[in-house]
């Protein structure tokens, strides 16, 4: 039965969400790809910028490879959000100068008993790390209601979270204030942005020709969605109506919803804006 479960959970992805690999792209920058969420490290001098510090054994690994390996201090560090599998090990660097947040991100880190020198991005803050300039934006949220994203304008990479995980659907996390019509949202934002390459929350590092693929099947759902809506169907009648082709790429995993569960999510998030919007117009 065990052996069953471990072999489900492996072919849903469990083995890409808990295998840790670092990969160095240059002097200057490396990846820690799984081992709960992707972590970037841009490396300055004798220092380290660290988005998401992950979580369990992991977390402790990826110290040790900065700390121990390296001979770095990691001097700040950014949250792409709350889960524990990017935020969880946190404690692991106590004497960090910065830790860089969305507001509703630190409300829950703080809810959660975290103790760290937050600073809250509700926009943007820009820092200028050797020969890097890192830009931490608040684009939007909806993976949950605290997400932030990296650009590194120079080298043209984003780090995006759990925003946008390679090829997989997206999973708003309503425990956490996440809204997979916000989250089309804010793909829409990043895709925005200048980059070749995009740093996901889980999976290997993204061409833009990926991402691009992921805003169109979420922008052709919405409007998918929206045209059910404004029919007046239900839920089960615009499920069966939206089937949308060429995304077949794009599945599900143990963390992440089926095809027709983010359809399903969909349609409650565009229903529930709708009756607002109606019921604002009504309201005299
Ligand atoms: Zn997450």
Same mark, same amino acid.
């Given at each position: 039965m065990l052996l069953a479960v471990c072999c489900f959970l492996a072919g849903c992805g469990l083995r890409t969400f808990l295998q840790l690999e670092a990969v160095r792209i240059d002097d200057g920058l490396e990846v820690w790809l799984g081992g709960g969420g992707n972590s970037v490290g841009v490396l300055h001098g004798r220092q380290a910028f660290l988005s998401d510090v992950k979580f369990a054994d992991f977390g402790m690994r990826l110290r040790h490879d900065l700390e %121990? #390996?390296?001979?770095?201090?990691?001097s700040r560090v950014m949250l792409t959000h709350a889960h524990q599998d990017h935020?969880?090990?946190?404690?692991?660097?106590?004497?960090?100068g910065a830790v860089l947040v969305h507001p509703n991100a630190k409300k829950r880190l703080l809810a959660q008993g975290e103790r760290a020198p937050f600073v809250e991005v509700d926009g943007e803050i820009r820092l200028f790390l050797g020969e890097e300039e890192v830009r931490v934006l608040n684009?939007?949220?909806?993976? #949950? %209601?605290g997400d932030l994203v990296a650009y590194l304008p120079k080298r043209k990479w984003v780090v995006a979270g759990d925003l946008v995980n390679e090829d997989l659907e997206p999973r708003a996390d309503q425990a956490y204030g996440g809204d997979v019509l916000v989250l089309a949202h804010t793909v829409q934002r990043i895709l925005?942005? %200048?980059? #070749?390459h995009l740093v996901p929350g889980h999976g290997q590092v993204m061409p833009r020709s990926k991402v691009e693929h992921f805003g169109d099947y979420l922008k052709q759902l919405e409007a998918g969605i929206r045209a059910e809506v404004t029919k007046g169907s239900d839920e089960d009648t615009a499920v069966r109506a939206? *089937?949308? *082709?060429?995304?077949?790429?794009?599945k599900t995993a143990f963390y992440v919803p089926s095809r027709e569960g983010t359809t399903r999510a969909m349609f409650q998030s565009v229903k529930k804006e709708t009756e607002m919007n109606s019921s604002k117009k009504e309201t005299p």
């Open positions: %121990d #390996t390296l001979r770095l201090k990691v935020a969880g090990s946190l404690a692991l660097y106590p004497e960090v684009l939007g949220s909806g993976h #949950t %209601d925005e942005l %200048d980059f #070749t939206v *089937q949308l *082709q060429g995304f077949d790429d794009i």
